[in-house]
């Protein structure tokens, strides 16, 4: 059974950081297209970015960029979330996901999906 588990979450900050990690039960964690979301109370879940199972193929939402950074260690089968800057308006549950093929920024396309962790951002 192919699990995604999320870690890393807390209280935080506005303007501190925190390192999200997401471990994949998966032999092949190295093809999967690896995908971050949140959902903050009340709102849909939004597409933060993505890490390409293409080598060093990143994307992220035009907020994100510059603040949130996401990296792979495909020996470890683990994706990271890694967030400066942190804002309150950050405050959500994180998600990370899973899919075959190319990056895509609609949680539709995603087959596999974590628990989520929340992270609180403090003003």
């Known amino acids: 059974q192919v699990q995604l588990v999320e870690s890393g979450g807390g209280l935080v900050q506005a303007g501190g950081s925190l390192r999200l990690s997401c471990a994949a039960s998966?032999?092949?964690?190295?093809?999967?297209?690896m995908g971050w979301f949140r959902q903050a109370p009340g709102k849909e879940r939004e597409f933060v970015g993505a890490?390409?199972?293409?080598?060093?193929?990143?994307y992220y939402v035009d907020w994100a960029k510059g603040r949130f950074t996401i990296s792979r260690e495909n020996a470890k089968n683990t994706v990271y979330l890694q967030m400066n800057s942190l804002k309150p308006e950050d405050t959500a549950v994180y998600y990370c996901?899973?899919?075959?093929?190319?990056?895509?920024?609609?949680?539709?396309?995603?087959?596999?999906w974590g628990q989520g962790t929340q992270v609180t951002v403090s003003s």
């Open positions: 996901a899973a899919k075959s093929g190319d990056i895509a920024t609609n949680a539709r396309w995603y087959d596999l």
């Open positions: 998966v032999r092949t964690f190295g093809r999967y297209t």
């Open positions: 890490s390409s199972w293409r080598s060093d193929t990143t």
